[in-house]
Structure formats: C-alpha cells, structure tokens
C-alpha cells in the first residue's frame, strides 16, 4: 500500500466505491420501478402509494443532516457507511417476504433511511481523494458508475417480471446485487481502512471552516434547481394519461434517460475541474429545458425532453457534490452534505407538490413553475461559485 501515491490510492478507492454504487443502485432503483405496483396488489390505496413515495423521499433527505452531522463529528465514516448500506440494501430483498401493503411500506421507507444514513459519510470519503483526483472527475465517475446500475436494475426487474409475473420474484432476484454491494463494501473497507485519515492532512484545506454565506447561497440555488425538477413518476403519469408515449417505452425511456445521466455526469464533472462554474450553468440551463419538451410534444419530443431531463439529473447528482466539497473544509464537509441534501430534499418535496396541483389545472403553468425556477437558480450558482472557480483558484 506505501508504494502508491495518494494520487493512485484515490483513484482506486474511486472506482471500487464506484462498483458499491452500481450494486447499490442496481438493487434500490431496480425495486423503486415496480414499488408502486407492489402497492397497489397488495390493497393499498393511491392516496396510500402517495404517501409512502412521498414520505419516503422526504426521510431520505431529511435525515442526513443528523447523519452528516454525527459523521463529522465521531469521524466514524465507514461505520456509518456500512449502518446506511445494510439497510439501503437488504430492505428492498426483504419486501419478497411482505404479506401485506404496510410492511412492504415499512420497508420501503427503512431503505430510504438507509440510504439517508449512508450518504453523507460515503460523499466525504469520496470529496477526500477529489483533493487529488478533482472533486469533479471523482464525483462525475461515480454517478456514471451508479446511474449505469440503475439503468440495468429495472431492466432485470422488468425481465424477471415477464418470466415470472410475479413482483416478489422481481424483489427476490435483488438479493443478489444487494449481496454484491455489501462485499464489495466489505473489500473496499479492508483495503482503505483509514480513507478519512489517508487524506486528512495531505493538502491544504480550501475553502472556510464553517458553513459560509456563499454556501448558504449556493444551498438556495440548489433548492430552486429541485423544487423546479418534476419527478419521473409525474412524467410517466403523463405520457400515460396523454397517450404521448406507449407503456412499453415508458422504462424504456428512463433507461435512455439514467444512461444520459451516467455520461453526462461524467463529461461535465471532468470539465468542472478545469472550468469550473461555466460548465455548472450550461449543464443545468440544458436540463432546466425538459419540461416543454417532456410536457408539451409529440413522441419525438418526448424522447428529446428526457435526454434533457437525464442531463439535470446527472449534474445535480455530481457537480453539486463537486462544489459542495471544494467550498467546505473537511472537517464541515459531512455536515454540509447533510444540510445540502435536506433542504434539496424538502424543496424537492414541496415542488412536486406543486407541479402535481398545476398539472391539474394548467400544464402551460406547470412548465413555467419548473422553468423559472430553475433558469432563476443560475445567476445565485455564478454568485456563490465564481470567487472559488478552480480557474481563479
């Protein structure tokens, strides 16, 4: 292990984190396809199915500022890294053995805690080797990675489905991936036993060390970029409901657009490291153009709308990472991936609220709610990102 440079030592924990994440994101996205369904066999209502998607979402970003927090201050990473992704991954296996709507629910809302519980400890073990690698290419790599699993999740699941016709069976088959994730957890914590000291003291730090004003502007920015961001599920409910695009596209579509996401991140991570925040305001002025696309056109469109719509989800989950951790000192940055990702998470929530009511009553008034919102969020970015650019670095 001494014979590696921090640069090499980085690189190679990048990409094993990288193949935990396909796992992960394999076995969580390819359950979160079929969740609803489940459901509604199992008797729940809409209002049910609603209510656990919603509060699930919300758990799952609410909670990591106590996780972020608590991380930081015990600097016991990997313990909750290993907590979050046991029971991210074995809840969503666990729902073959549900017999009734409210326990499949249980569990459904014990994943998005785990997940909650993982995430801000994983990010600042990753932002630890961006130092040498560049925050942008290590976050970039990793969504790439992640969004390739949850391309082939739903897909398998979807396979599993027409040989069996059964969802259990579909959760069941998860088993697998969900076993691989957590070896390979297991293999990366033997070969990086201390990833939080490693790069401790190994460059200077940037940034402050508390949570500083631009990065309560930067948090605002990245609010309004979620509260303008329809969720899936309300643009499946409409190529449904329209007749746009057939059912048999419909996941056809958001594979197209998590493998959009994957490259995407990739590409714009890696120019973020040299361009810093020009690149940040051309991924998301792209993605802020799914809506007319998405919601106001033919299949063609549509098919154009989620290429855009895969680009905002790929910049939001790499290249707000990448900021936050050039902003933040190490010892704040599980903390302020914490906040981040609660209010992202709040936003997120009261927005779809939001675009849920105007789609019933004005798709026109949806489409400038999601717009303006995001297009509004740009010049904060500029403001809150120009002064730590890397080019001005």
């Known amino acids: 292990m001494n014979k590696h440079t921090p640069a090499q030592l980085a690189l190679r924990f990048v990409i094993i984190i990288g193949i935990v994440n396909f796992f992960a994101d394999f076995t969580y996205e390819g359950a979160r396809g079929i969740n609803g369904a489940f459901l509604a066999s199992l008797g729940a209502s809409s209002v049910a199915v609603g209510f656990v998607a919603g509060f699930g979402e919300l758990i799952g970003y609410a909670f990591r500022s106590v996780t972020g927090f608590f991380a930081d201050k015990s600097h016991r990473y990997w313990v909750f890294s290993f907590i979050g992704y046991a029971v991210n991954m074995l809840a969503v296996p666990a729902l073959a053995l549900a017999g009734n709507w409210p326990v499949a629910a249980t569990l459904m809302i014990a994943e998005r805690t785990g997940r909650a519980f993982r995430k801000p400890a994983m990010d600042t073990m990753l932002s630890f080797a961006g130092d040498h690698l560049g925050s942008g290419w290590v976050f970039g790599m990793n969504e790439f990675l992640d969004q390739f699993g949850a391309s082939l999740g739903p897909l398998i699941v979807a396979w599993v489905l027409y040989l069996k016709g059964s ?133 063609s469109m549509a098919f154009i709308g989620m290429i855009f719509w895969g680009i905002g989800t790929g910049a939001q989950d790499s290249l707000l990472k990448a900021s936050v951790a050039n902003m933040i000192s190490r010892e704040k940055r599980g903390t302020a991936f914490g906040v981040f990702d609660t209010i992202f998470g709040i936003a997120w929530f009261l927005g779809s609220s939001v675009m849920g009511i105007l789609y019933a009553q004005s798709i026109p008034a949806l489409i400038a709610f999601s717009v303006i919102l995001q297009l509004t969020a740009l010049p904060m970015f500029a403001l809150a990102l120009k002064p730590l650019s890397p080019l001005e670095s």
Do not use: N
């Not at 190529?239 to 746009?244: A, D, H, I, V, W």
């Open 167 to 299: 969802y259990k069976g579909g959760y069941a088959v998860l088993l697998v991936s969900a076993l691989a994730c957590l070896a390979m957890l297991a293999a990366a914590r033997l070969s990086f036993p201390q990833q939080q000291e490693q790069y401790k003291h190994s460059t200077a730090d940037k940034g402050t060390k508390g949570l500083s004003r631009r990065y309560w502007h930067f948090v605002l920015a990245g609010a309004l970029i979620a509260a303008g961001f329809a969720d899936f599920s309300l643009i499946a409910f409409h190529f449904e409901k329209t007749g746009t695009v057939s059912m048999e596209w419909i996941p056809i579509l958001y594979a197209i657009a998590m493998i959009t996401a994957g490259f995407s991140s990739l590409v714009f991570g890696k120019f973020f490291d040299t361009q810093g925040v020009k690149i940040l305001l051309v991924a998301f002025f792209l993605g802020a153009l799914f809506a007319p696309f998405s919601f106001l056109g033919t299949f």
